[in-house]
């Protein structure tokens, strides 16, 4: 799944400004804007929160969960808070066309959730028959009437899985505290193997390019999941620690 915490705010990423802004500075809880030092129209600007805009919106990146395959689109998630009076509304709307997210009005914007009260907030909403390489995201937020007041943006998310099915490598590696070098024997290094293992799980999720020698392959993927370690004693004795990573491509 793939989530976007608005709680923290931010820039309105296609203000149009006459001048080249140089700085981007807060002061008292408010953003302003520094302009070209002297430009004959110099000046700051300040964020006015007394001025409501009639609707604000703010516009994901294109998602694709790092594969290079079509996404079956599950559900989508809209979470607001504030929404108490009359005129109060959040919507979501979504495009699978990439070029959408350089324009607010895209001919393939879809509205796919509304929230006008706090018991709409936080339910999932299906997408039916939804399939493409990627997805952007749109919200959309309205003022109380006569604007007073704004909704606030918490949270919106989106669930899918890959239309195809994907290749699956399993890769054992060794977690032992054992060093081993040619023309050397082997000797231990105490904490070795759980240092190997935390570097395994922290690539979790991470978009990786893995070549295989024998067989000869190369493949790009996501590490899916990092198995707990596995002790295997053999026959001669000796004992070993490894773990499976596996890797979706």
Known sequence: AWSY????????????????????VMFNSLIGAITTPGDPDNDVLVQDVNTYNAMGYLISPNINFGLNTKINWIAVVLEGQGLFEAGDQIELWY???????NDQDHFSWTLISRISHPTHSGIEVPMLAVQSNSLALQVKMYPTQGGT????LTRFAVRGFPAHRDWLLDLPVNVSDIVSAPYR?????????????????????????????????????????????????????????????????
């Open 95 to 101: 495009s699978t066309d990439a070029e959408a997210i």
């Open 5 to 24: 915490n608005a709680i923290s705010g931010g820039v309105y990423r296609t203000t149009e400004i006459n001048n080249d802004i140089t700085a981007i």
């Open 149 to 152: 007041k704004s909704p606030i």
């Open 185 to 249: 024997l082997p000797y231990r290094l105490p904490g070795l193997g759980n240092t190997i293992h935390e570097s395994l799980l922290n690539l979790s999720g991470a978009s990786v390019s893995v070549e295989v020698l024998d067989p000869p392959f190369k493949m790009s993927g996501v590490v899916d999941q990092v198995m707990e370690p596995t002790t295997y004693i053999s026959d001669r004795g000796s004992v070993m620690r490894w773990c499976q990573v596996r890797v979706r491509g």
